[in-house]
């Protein structure tokens, strides 16, 4: 009988190129060697592990898929294999490394000027400047149409008021893209630590992503200069235009959890003895792990034909939402059940599944909701807006 991988049942590592087999192996040994072994303890202290961000960076991960100001200028589907092999580790790497790469540098690189990419990507490449992305608002995440946060004229000056709930990486950052309100529509700002008026507060008891930093910003009459806008962007696209790149990115990262958690599960199953036999063995157990394999090989192809239509530039909002929402839910699932199959042993961070259930209630909930995508979906199908 042939022996195929477990983990990739149906080969999709055969479809990749030679370099992004190279990117997946460098990143699956960092994730191994060095990321794995903090993970369990930093999720437990809910601490981001800020050691990892030079070797990312060393590592090319940061931006990757930027052309020049000392990025790597890797395909989509590379960045794609970098997001599944850091969220193998932990969801919390893989927030990180979207938000900077797909929230933060994408849209100076998007949208700024000559002038801010050489002042800022750069540095964020080589992980020395860190960036935030404050699109939610407390009074609503789902609907940003409804801002409330403002930037009005004052001179050759903007003076920004209101404030962004549940921000990645705020209170490790030292500049965050803000989304505004403006008489014009709304406009990005690259905000910077210490700004007068400006304030991040991080968020605790979060049993869900603790080793990742979230916070509320806050923006009090914070004088931001002209030379801080992005100028070549105007309207909700702007916003909505990064998260189609960090949604992307979505679609792979929890394949990678998904691995993890089955990995786990198939090796303690066969390690583990009840009523005379290895758990293994039982019907109801193999028909549980079998349908976790058919899941996760779905979402395998799913997004990896969603890389190559990015990467021949015609992806589309709603196939990545498509893809989004089923990927997230294939993981939750996959993570929930495992967590089952591992019993009393799978409440603890000894094991990998209860950190990654936690971790995918977030997933499922930021860079839109699962219904937020569902209703995408519908509004493709139907051209009617359910919102
Ligand atoms: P609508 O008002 O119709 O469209 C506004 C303009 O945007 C364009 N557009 C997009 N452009 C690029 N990518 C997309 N995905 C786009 N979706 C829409 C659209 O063409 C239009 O352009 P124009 O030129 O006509 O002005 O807006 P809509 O009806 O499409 O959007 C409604 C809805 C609900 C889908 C949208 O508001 C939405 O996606 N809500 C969810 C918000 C969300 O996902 N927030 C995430 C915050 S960031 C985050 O969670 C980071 S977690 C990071 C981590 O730790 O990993
Ligand atoms: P709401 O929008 O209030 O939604 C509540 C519920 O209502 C959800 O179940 C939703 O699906 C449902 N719902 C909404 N509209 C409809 C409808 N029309 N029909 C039916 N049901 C509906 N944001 C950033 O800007 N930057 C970040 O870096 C960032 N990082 C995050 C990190 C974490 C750990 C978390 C948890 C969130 C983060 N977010 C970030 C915010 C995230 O994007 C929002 O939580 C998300 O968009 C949902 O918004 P909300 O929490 O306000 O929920």
Known sequence: MATLNPTDLFDVRSLLSEEEQMIQDTVARFVDERALPLM?????????????IPE???????????????????????????CQELERGDSGLRSFASVQSSLCM???????????????????????VIGCFGLT???GGSDPA?????????????IINGSKMWIT????????????RTEE?????????????????????KMSLRASVTSGLFFDNVRVPEANRLPNVKGLKGPLGCLTQARYGITWGPIGAAIACLTEVVDYTADRKLFGRPLAANQAIQIRLADMSRRITTAQLLSLHLGRLKDAGKMAPSQVSLAKWNNVRMALDIARDCRDIL???????????????????????????ETVHQLVIGRELTGINAF
Not at 117 to 123: E, I, S
Not at 146 to 158: E, H, I, L, S, V
Not at 185 to 201: C, H, R, S
Not at 348 to 367: F, G, K, P
Request: include cysteine; hydrophobic fraction near 40%; charge should be negative.
């Open 185 to 205: 529509g709304i406009m990005g700002f690259v905000l910077e630590q210490g700004m007068t008026g400006f304030e991040a507060q991080e968020i605790h008891g």
């Open 343 to 369: 019993g009393g042993a799978g409440i603890t961070v000894e094991h990998n599944a209860i950190r990654h259930m936690l971790n995918l209630e977030s997933v499922i909930t930021y860079e839109g909701t």
């Open 56 to 82: 990312m960076a060393e590592l090319g991960l940061l931006g990757s898929s930027i052309e020049g100001y000392g990025c790597a200028g890797l395909n989509g589907v590379s960045y794609g294999l970098i």
């Open 106 to 128: 994408h849209p100076i690189y998007a949208y700024g000027t000559e002038e801010q990419k050489q002042r800022w990507l750069p540095d964020m490449a080589a992980g020395k």
């Open 137 to 139: 608002e407390p009074h």
């Open 169 to 180: 990486n705020g209170n490790i950052a030292d500049i965050a893209i803000v989304w505004a």
């Open 146 to 158: 409804n801002m409330k946060t403002t930037a009005k004229r004052d001179g050759d000056d903007w």
């Open 40 to 52: 369990p303890k930093a999720f437990d202290e809910a601490q981001f592990p800020m050691e990892l």
